[in-house]
């Protein structure tokens, strides 16, 4: 374990904070830390009738394209992972899930950033649209799951929330059913 000497707040954004920690390391060098405090968001993995991922794509500025990826979004203060699914379900891809299940859960960018991913699998699906001034330009998608491996293999998905979410979401398939 690292030991923080102290800690700097060099941005506070809306979405974001930035600090600079100074620590100690174990073998007593000082060094420092850049650290970006974002909150706890939820990643979705939402399964139609008809055994299709619905994925959304959108341009994201730090990369300059659109990307295709798995809804997800921020947990809301005082706000249940569970309730924020069905909120950004209904944001992103016009459905509200009728049954919702947590897949697991990944820090996105552990090495400087301390946002942590709730992942859940969204079914039952009905049509609910719900908007929010920035889902926009989103478009929905719907991919069979017998193409998830050979897109993400492509390159067709590339970020890496749904990249971890949909082989977690694969792997959970094949797993046989636990007994009790």
């Known amino acids: 374990m690292e030991k923080t000497l ?6 506070n954004g809306r979405v974001v904070k930035m600090r600079i920690d100074t620590v100690q390391t174990p073998g ?5 830390r850049e650290i970006v405090e974002h909150a706890d968001c939820v990643a979705i993995i ?5 055994d299709n991922v619905l994925l959304v794509r959108q341009f994201r500025k730090p990369v300059e394209k659109e990307l295709l990826e798995i809804p997800a979004g921020g ?12 909120r950004e379900m209904r944001e992103e891809t016009g459905y509200l899930p009728r049954k919702v299940s947590k897949l697991g859960g990944f820090y996105s960018a552990p090495g400087y950033c301390s946002e942590y991913l709730y ?7 009905i049509s609910s649209q719900l908007h929010a001034e920035d889902t926009a330009e ?31 979401y694969l792997s959970s ?7 009790a």
């Open 173 to 179: 398939r094949k797993e046989p059913p636990k007994t």
């Open 119 to 125: 992942l859940y699998l969204a079914t039952d699906l």
């Open 75 to 86: 947990i809301n203060p005082g706000e249940r992972p569970e309730t924020a699914v069905r």
């Open 46 to 50: 939402a399964i139609d009738d008809e």
């Open 6 to 11: 102290s800690s700097q707040l060099i941005f």
């Open 28 to 32: 007593g060098r000082q060094t420092t």
């Open 138 to 168: 989103i478009r929905l998608v719907r991919l069979p799951t017998n193409q998830i491996l050979n897109t993400i293999t492509l390159g067709g998905i590339c970020d890496a929330k749904s990249i971890a979410g949909l082989l977690t």
